[in-house]
């Protein structure tokens, strides 16, 4: 920490800086909840109106995003001398500081990052926001899977008609994003900083790279990066989504269903059907992504059963759970779980695939069992027993 930071941010006690922007400073901070994460507005812009409002948009866009793809709102003091927003603290390294130390990704690893945070952006755009700064440094690579943050000059959807200044990182801008104030940015400007984010990941490089701001800008516009280091399918797909043109991106549905293997619109041309699943799925690991797709550990194949879908990490208690679908796609007992603490023995449903967790940690597809013919025949009964009575009802 600095020498001038603080000690203390309401009822706060700052542990640590963990990073400045062009808006704010981030703090690690500890409450009576835990640690948090609380973002500080730079003094020099608590006194301007337009800071504040900006400040004050960043709570009312962020708590419209399915919280399973980002940081989730704790608290917010925007009337303070100099205002904070207080976040769940997601721990883990950056997606740019991950690759600094260890170098790019490949492979399976790559392909689950490009999913997730595809994911996260169906979900942003979903909500009806533009995130506008997606970058390495804001995506969070947490212990359950990454996470997209920073929506310090996100707008809102309706309001994304002009901009007098190109907010964001250069170097991650889309072209629309540099050209001018009558220039319209939307969700496609994020899909290109999709991109760009990818391109870093695989290659360690940014895409568009220079010594000061306007080479960066020059090359934003003119230049086409080199994706021949990237595998295929991604290659095709980030090349495509760094198009200078707006209107040749892919939407960010369509993205996230091909990095899933979906070149239909018709999901059940294109994934197995349920019955196809075998009993033994395979064991969990430390981290294990369940889901339909490449960026799946465990593949559970089947209609209702998203890309990314879960995650189940092992925890002192047996395994946490984590539905990716803000709660809406995996159930326990009938209802529906965004987190689950899962013992030997429990069941939980995906999809249309019921599953188990059986003692050696391994995961298990449950086969229902069928009728008895002495159950077949106790139910035609009983249909018979029903019509009948409906019949005599009807006739008088």
């Known amino acids: 920490m600095n020498a001038g930071d603080p000690r203390r941010i309401g009822p706060y006690e700052v542990l ?14 500890r409450g009576e909840a835990g640690r948090v994460a609380i973002k500080v507005i730079h003094a020099q812009g608590a006194a301007d109106p337009r800071a504040r409002r900006r400040f004050a948009d960043e709570v009312a866009i962020a708590s419209r995003v399915p919280r399973a793809y980002t940081a989730m709102i704790i608290e917010a003091a925007i009337d303070r001398d100099q205002p904070y927003i207080v976040s769940e603290y997601v721990p883990g390294p950056s997606l740019q500081e991950l690759v600094d130390r260890h170098g790019p990704l490949s492979g399976a690893a790559l392909e689950r990052l490009a999913t997730y945070t595809a994911t996260a952006l169906a979900a942003i755009h979903g909500a009806g926001v ?17 996470r997209v943050v920073d929506f310090g000059i996100a707008r809102a959807l309706e309001a994304t008609a002009a901009l007098t200044t190109p907010l964001g990182t250069p170097g991650y801008l889309a072209p629309e994003q540099v050209e001018g104030v009558d220039a319209e940015v939307g969700p496609p400007a ?11 990941a695989a290659t360690g490089r940014a895409p568009f790279a220079g010594n000061n701001v306007a080479a960066i800008i020059n090359r934003v516009l003119t230049e086409t990066p080199d994706v021949g280091m990237i595998s295929e399918p991604l290659r095709s797909l980030v090349a495509e989504c760094l198009a200078k043109d707006p209107a040749r991106r892919p939407g960010t549905m369509e993205l996230l269903g091909r990095l899933v293997g979906q070149r239909s619109r018709t999901a059940h041309a294109t994934v197995p059907r349920p019955g196809m699943l075998p009993v033994a799925l395979g064991p969990l690991k430390e981290t294990t992504t369940l889901g ?11 209609a209702g059963v998203a890309p990314a879908h879960a995650t ?26 965004l987190y689950a603490t899962l013992r030997p023995g429990d069941r939980f449903r995906m ?6 967790l059986t003692e050696a940690g391994e995961l298990e597809r449950v086969r229902l069992g069928r009728l008895t013919a002495t159950h077949r025949w106790l139910v035609l009964l009983l249909v018979a027993v029903v019509a009948l009575a409906v019949i005599v009802a009807l006739t008088g």
């Open 312 to 337: 189940v990490r092992r925890v002192s208690a047996g395994y946490r759970l984590h539905d990716h679908s803000g709660g809406r796609g995996t159930y326990i007992d009938g209802r529906p779980v």
């Open 292 to 302: 339909s797709g490449p960026a799946a550990d465990i593949v559970i194949p089947g």
């Open 16 to 29: 640590g800086r963990l990073g400045a922007g062009g808006q704010g400073t981030v703090y690690l901070a």
């Open 351 to 356: 999809g249309t695939a019921v599953l188990r």
């Open 130 to 146: 533009v995130h506008r700064d997606l970058k390495p440094a804001n995506v969070i690579v947490g212990p359950d899977g990454p």
């Open 190 to 200: 994020d899909v290109h900083a999709w991109a760009a984010t990818m391109y870093f």
